[in-house]
């Protein structure tokens, strides 16, 4: 079931969406945003791609098996807060990089466990769909 | 205490990998770091001889109370110098015992994760994380009585031993947690000074049973003493080290510990020394009836528990004191008799009484410490055992009620234990000639390092008791008492009365001994070995559980979802409703509030598409108009200011599109699967539901919002999390301990998708 149209759209569409899905991922914090829809988005780029393409091919070039990107995501979460250890304070605790980075803004703890959140959602709607599509 | 307590759960984890890489020398490593952290606790006792104690605090998550503090003083070094002491021995005995099992790595891990668990529990100074250890001492308890996990009857023994050391400590925890609401505080230290305020409250009564529950499950006391037995089916170093020497003393440190909070109370005498003293009859009686050397030596244990509880119950000075020496001398004696137990399985093959016999001419060395250890348990000088013994009965005597009784009880007691201690020498060693599975020989220097130091030293401190005394019994009942208390200790006390009691002992342990076969056949007679009542108790209750559960799911959850989602919805309306008209004031009516042009064509749009979803026929329409609705509601969240969550919700539909087109082929023909009675029946329960959340959003905003909490936020969040997205700020600083809790259960949610569909993909592959 091949579609000519959605393969040549993909091509463009995808890597769109998933600049898109880091662009709300990082302006989350400042304005509407975040990992969860960033996650969501990302996993819908992926999710179009194996609709044009097949899962296969959406496996390869998302190249990790998203199942693997569920423990990731609540590893990198959860190490964001262990970092208050060092710092102080308790379990989550937010610590702040002083100065501002371009593009992305200010860099934090608070951040990194977004992006925990992004990797897991991801995860979870992939193992999902890519479960399904393969049935 | 905070690194030491942390470097030896580091080394567990390290343990696998250490010992993939180096298989011979691994172990050593492993043992050279317990000697260590043996020297530093043992250097520290010097440091708390005068009732001085050491500590060190760091916060871990103080909105709970719950802190990091350690502390060490008479008490917990004295347990931690036994922990580390006997886990080096059992390491090394280990190391030649567990050759040539695929999964030693492992073994050595669970066995450093239970001794870091064990050195957390001894040092805690707060009660929470002493709970914390308490229940990873459970967790790696499981894992090493299920480490031949491949034979039914170690899993079955695991899971019984979690089961009730687990549901003794949660009834513990909910102690603790009413301990602290009492004390304001869960750091042991300051609860302790609080003791009369504690007594005096309405709540000590289930405070005390609570955490009774906690210890008595854990030292396996009378009735939830059957799980040790069971717990034998483990590799025999780890019932040397767990299930002797150090885990069941759990419940002992914990009531030694809380004792100046919940001690010398009526309730707390007419319950902890009757438990105690029954639990060492029955141990001593069922100890003398077994012919497994390791089930025989769990029954000592069960008894020796029972008498150290017995003990603490009493919380007299001289009680405290027998009750100190005689955890040290029956760690020391105990940990070598199972040892030499597991030496004789071992090397001949069998540990059954009835077919051991003579192995003195095989295993010369083995039998010395046998026979120190058995006479230390026997209580017979020059071993320390005696001294523990003479102190016993002197404590029994000066006991604070019912001295005659509860001395002629434990003089019984330890007749049987004399009895069992002759029987676990001469049979196996010395009477007879075995038939042995396998041709007996002595067993290897290391496997004997353990039992022999460990037999020794029970020989070498009952003749020098003095450093003993000063160095650890003394400050450790100085810390049970919260005084500093001098304590000597000696082999010949003069003839007395507890010098006569210990010869009666004595010989009617000899009696017993001599009379045995005639015992064994009069309790067989009366088919006494036949009655398991807690035992059987607890099968009865694990083997109902999933009956009731089965059951339970099956009245509430029938197999068509339709049902399933009903009983869901139904029972959800019931209770909202309820609270709802029971709680309104019908004097203040809901006020309709103004409504745009907007909302109206949105609102028709919506409702439009949920109508048109029910009565379509076409599935591919259905997609349509669900989407419809839930885009309708993402622009309900646009109009009224709230873009993150409509942003999210455009994803979601998104998203439900795709997944909907990826199913679409699988799906079955689309078509009506109810009645038009049943329809009828859903058409009522959706326009309850309708109306109910209808009527609650109007009541809703009748209220007047609280607006400090979106006020708070709106402050705060640029200056303390520097974001500008209150949401977002919401979900990944202020509270992202929630939203670490909820990406936890997505993920778990998706594998158990995923693996519902691969099974039913397998199911398809099968047919």
Redesign the interface.
Known sequence: MRSLILSTAVKVLVPLTLLYSVF?LFR??????????GG??A??AF??F??AEGVEASRRILRIDP?DL??T??AV??AS?LASLWT?????T?A?YASPLPVIG?L?T??V??C??YL??L???L???F???E? | MFILVVAIFLVAGLTPWLHRFLPRTAVWWIAAFVAGAFAFCFSLTGSVLQGGSISSTL?????LGLSLSFHADGLSLLFAVLILGIGFLVLLYASKYMSGHSRTGGFYAYLMMFMGSMIGLVFAGNLLLLFVFWELTSLSSFLLIGFHHDRAESRAAALQALLVTGVGGLAMLAGFVMLGLIGGTYEISALLTQGDAIKSNALYGPVLILILCGAFTKSAQVPFHFWLPSAMAAPTPVSAYLHSATMVKAGVYLLARLHPVLGHTDLWFSIVPVAGAVTMLTGALLAFVQTDLKKLLAYTTISALGTLMLLLGFGTVWSLKAAMVFLVVHSMYKGALFLVAGAVDHESGTRDLRLLGGLRHFMPVTTAAAVLAALSMAGLPPMLGFISKELLYEAKLHAPSFGLVITVLGVAANMFIVAVAFMFCLKTFFLGKGEFPKEPHEVPRLMLVGPVVLSFLGLSIGLFPDDLADRFIGPAVSAIRGETTEISLGLWQGINPVLLLSILTVAGGLVLYSVRSRFVAAHDRLGLARVQGPSRWYDTLVDGLPVFARRTTGLLQEAPLRGHLLVVLLAGFAFVGTVLVLRTDAARLPVIPSVRLLDVVLAAAMVGGALFLVVTSSRLAAVVALGAVGYGIALVYTVFGA??L???QF??E??SV??F???MQ?LPEFRKLSGNGSRARDVLVAAAGGALVTALLLLTVREPLWSHLAAFFSAKSLVL?????V???I???FR??D??GE??V??I???G??GL??L??RDEERT
């Open positions: 709300l989350g914090h400042n304005d509407p945003g975040g990992g969860f829809v969501l988005v996993s819908a999710s179009l194996a609709l199942r569920i423990p995501g609540l979460s959860l807060g102080g304070g308790p379990f989550l937010g702040w200010k934090g608070p951040v466990f977004d925990g959140v897991l959602v995860g979870v709607v193992t999902i769909v479960a399904l599509g049935e | 916060d871990w998550i103080p909105a873009p993150d409509a942003l999210t994803a979601i998104t998203l795709i997944l087109i990826l199913v699988h999390a520097n974001g500008r997205n949401v977002n700020v979900l990944v600083d992202a301990l939203t670490l990406i936890t997505l993920g949610a998706a594998l998708v995923y569909l691969k039913r993909l």
